[in-house]
């Protein structure tokens, strides 16, 4: 797909917690967001 979505919930964050995720494709491109819970 050349637009993934993706989607999950975390239990036990909290307003001002950090969260990253990094993957990498079958191709081999690779990424990393991190946000922070509001």
């Given at each position: 797909?050349?637009?993934?979505?993706?989607?999950?919930?975390?239990?036990g964050?909290?307003?001002?917690?950090?969260?990253?995720?990094?993957?990498?494709?079958?191709?081999?491109?690779?990424?990393?967001?991190?946000?922070?819970?509001?």
């Open positions: 797909s050349r637009n993934p979505v993706l989607g999950f919930k975390i239990k964050a909290k307003a001002g917690d950090k969260i990253s995720v990094s993957w990498k494709d079958n191709k081999g491109d690779s990424r990393s967001d991190e946000t922070t819970v509001a």
